[in-house]
Each structure stands twice: as structure tokens, then as C-alpha cells.
């Protein structure tokens, strides 16, 4: 499980980004408290959201282009220098939205060309055989981080104010700046660089056009990511409707959301098998899930549901970050980087709005056992596609159990 943290460059990483992953969410916390106490609108802290998702659907393929060409370690403590200058901005003008709006938008630029050199660079600390168990850590360590930004900040928000969570994490980009240059560089793995003319954008959607087993499960990501993802307004819509519940409630299933979260990052980093028939298991299982959900009778009957809902789209997310590496090119793994990120963003984009307009049309069942049955349909859809890619059969009991497990990332592109 731990095999990851042999390496002295991975535990400094690793112990880098649960600081800064806390620390943004206690910024994003802060931002939540302020927009809302300034101006009463939940729909201004939609308009931020939208802002930093725009540049990365606009903006990421060519950022991938660019993670696949430049250095990625003195790229990353440029970023994170830009990242803490954003933080301070945030600092400097309180209670003003205009400085929120442009540092949301600036983000999101900023991240359409970091997100993927920081896939590439994460890859390069780690054997490719301990890939899948670093990625899981990494969920790990993002969920855990996520528990103590927001723990820590609701508890300072009140008594500090917005401003010092902002000056908070602004200090945690210089914990990952002195991370980044503790590391010692010749034990980082060279990834291949791409060949003269092969850098760009075109060069890299020729290539995508050519792996039909990615394109696959680029869509099982954004249609899952689409209709299942998207948890907190659909345990919002449960608690204040059919279940009968209060804030308590709500944030009792919060919190047992990020304990599954922790724990389905913890399985797939004991087991390190990110194997096609894992990805499919863990969509169909969500999927079934989700849908069982929406007929839960209880509060507590709904959080015995969301707990391995969590842990299995932890798993699901994970694997596929993790094909998506392995069963491509070194000189082009920033583009697909950037390709799952573009798919990422635009399924929390088209997936939110259709949940919530589901929720409004059909209730919060209702919604839940459509976007269930959706995903499960989707997901023996992607599995039928992948055993016809492997020449197997169609037949539906063949999906989960003819696809590979175990094998070489080459031999699962056959």
C-alpha cells in the first residue's frame, strides 16, 4: 500500500499537498463566507465557479500541449509563487468582488496548463509500477486535507475573518515551493519529450483519435461524472425534501462522504490493481448504488449508502487518471491530462444544472433513480464497447469478468 512513500522526492510531495490541498480549501471556504455575508447570493458563488472552469474547457488543450514541452519542476514553483501572489491579492482588497472575479479567472488559467504538469510531474517521482498506488494516496491525501481545511477554517472564519484563511494559504504554496527544491532531482524519472512537430495541439487529438479504449473511458467519465457525480446537490435536494432533514443532517452526511472518500482511496492503495474490469466494477457499483438511494427511507439508511458511494467513485475517478497515464505515450501524457481535465470540468458544467433541473422536475428520488439507471446502463454500454475492442464477446456476463486484470498497460491496449 505504502509502497509509494519509499521514495524521498514522493513523501515530500505527498506531504506538500495535504498542506496545500487544506489550505485552498480553507480559501474556498473563505471565499463561500464572504461572497455570501456580502451579498446574500448563493448564484455569485456559482459565477465563481463558472470562472475557473472556463479557462480549463477553453484553454486546457493547449495547456497540455505546452505540460508536454516545458520543464515540469521549475514550472510548478513558478505556479505556485503566481498561486500565493493570487492568495495575498485576495488579502489586500477584502469585502470587494471585483478581486474575487479576477482571481478566479485567473485561476483558472493558471490551471489549465498546471493541472497537467503537475500529472506529468506526480508520475515522475514514482516506479510505474507503484503509479496507481501513488494516485490512490493522492485521493487519500486530497480527501484528508480537504477534512482539515474546512475544519480548520470554520473554526478561524469566525474569530479571524475571511482574510487570514486567504494569508493561509498563500503560505502553503511556500511549503510545496521548498518541497519542490528538497527534492533531489536525479531521482526523478525523465519522461519522453515529443518529437519535432509532434508537441501541438492537432498532434495530440491525432493521437487521442487513435486510442479507442481511452476514448472509452473518457466517456464513461463524463457521462458518470455528468449524472453521478455530483453529490452535494443531490444530497441536499434528499435532506431538505423526502428525508426531512436539517443542517444537521446535511452536514452529518458530509462528513460521511469525506469518510468514504478516505477510505475508497485507501483500498485502491493497498490493492495498487487499476485494472479495466476495477474501473467497470466500481462505475456499475455507484451506479446501482446512486439508484438505491433514491429509495432510501431513513437519514441514516441514505448515509449506509453514501459511505460506499464515496469509496467507489474515489476508485473510479482513480483509475481512470490512472489508465489514462499508463495506456498512453510519456510525450503525450500532458495532453491527455489536459483531455481528462477538459472532461472533468465539462461534466460538473452540464452535470449540476441537469441534476438540479431533474431534482426539480422529478423530485430528489426521482432524480437519483433516472441518473442511476443512466449510469449503470452506461457503464455495461463501456463495457461491452471494451470487450468488443478486445475481441471479446458481447455477451453481458463477459464484461466484467473477460476483461483483463493485471496485465501490462501495452498488453491492455491490445
Not at 514522493?10 to 463561500?32: E, H, I, K
Not at 458563488?45 to 472556463?54: F, R, S
Not at 456476463?397 to 476483461?403: Q, S
Request: glycine share 12%; aromatic share 4%; hydrophobic share 55%.
Amino acid at each position: 500500500m505504502f509502497a509509494p512513500l519509499r521514495e524521498r522526492n514522493f513523501r515530500l510531495w505527498a506531504a506538500a499537498d495535504l498542506v496545500s490541498v487544506a489550505g485552498t480549501w480553507m480559501q474556498v471556504l473563505g471565499l463561500n463566507w464572504l461572497i455570501l455575508t456580502a451579498t446574500g447570493s448563493a448564484a455569485t458563488m456559482g459565477v465563481v465557479v463558472m470562472l475557473q472552469a472556463l479557462p480549463v474547457l477553453l484553454l486546457g488543450s493547449w495547456g497540455g500541449a505546452l505540460a508536454d514541452r516545458i520543464p515540469a519542476r521549475p514550472a510548478l514553483i513558478a505556479f505556485q509563487a503566481v498561486r500565493a501572489l493570487l492568495a495575498l491579492a485576495l488579502v489586500v482588497e477584502p469585502g470587494k468582488l471585483w478581486p474575487i472575479y479576477a482571481v478566479a479567472l485567473a485561476s483558472g488559467v493558471l490551471s489549465s496548463v498546471e493541472s497537467p504538469c503537475l500529472g506529468r510531474f506526480g508520475s515522475a517521482l514514482v516506479p510505474p509500477a507503484s503509479l496507481a498506488s501513488a494516485l490512490a494516496l493522492g485521493s487519500v491525501l486530497s480527501s484528508t486535507g480537504r477534512i482539515l481545511g474546512m475544519a480548520l477554517g470554520g473554526i478561524l472564519v469566525g474569530s479571524t475573518g475571511p482574510a487570514a484563511l486567504f494569508a493561509l494559504n498563500a503560505a502553503t504554496y511556500l511549503v510545496v515551493i521548498a518541497a519542490l527544491g528538497l527534492m533531489r532531482t536525479g531521482s526523478i524519472h525523465t519522461l519522453a519529450a515529443p518529437a519535432p512537430g509532434q508537441g501541438g495541439v492537432r498532434a495530440g487529438l491525432r493521437y487521442l483519435a487513435g486510442q479507442p479504449v481511452v476514448l472509452v473511458i473518457l466517456a464513461l467519465s463524463f457521462i458518470l461524472g455528468s449524472l453521478g457525480r455530483n453529490y452535494q446537490v443531490t444530497m441536499a435536494a434528499m435532506v431538505a425534501g423526502p428525508l426531512h432533514g436539517g443542517s444537521a443532517a446535511y452536514g452529518m452526511l458530509s462528513t460521511v462522504f469525506a469518510v468514504g472518500a478516505v477510505t475508497g482511496g485507501l483500498l485502491l492503495a493497498g490493492t495498487g490493481r487499476s485494472t479495466l474490469r476495477v474501473l467497470l466494477a466500481a462505475g456499475l457499483l455507484i451506479s446501482l448504488l446512486q439508484l438505491a438511494a433514491g429509495l432510501a427511507p431513513t437519514i441514516l439508511g441514505f448515509a449506509a449508502l453514501i459511505l460506499p458511494i464515496a469509496a467507489g467513485a474515489v476508485v473510479f475517478d482513480t483509475v481512470i487518471a490512472t489508465r489514462v497515464q499508463l495506456d498512453t505515450r510519456e510525450d503525450m501524457r500532458g495532453r491527455m491530462l489536459a483531455t481528462l481535465g477538459v472532461v472533468s470540468a465539462l461534466s460538473g458544467i452540464v452535470g449540476a444544472p441537469t441534476i438540479g433541473w431533474l431534482c426539480d422536475a422529478l423530485g430528489a428520488r426521482g432524480a437519483l433513480v433516472l441518473a442511476g439507471a443512466i449510469t449503470a446502463l452506461a457503464a455495461l454500454a463501456g463495457g461491452m464497447a471494451l470487450a468488443r475492442l478486445k475481441g471479446r464477446s458481447l455477451a453481458l456476463r463477459t464484461v466484467l469478468t473477460l476483461l483483463p486484470i493485471g496485465r501490462r498497460p501495452a498488453d491492455q491496449l491490445a
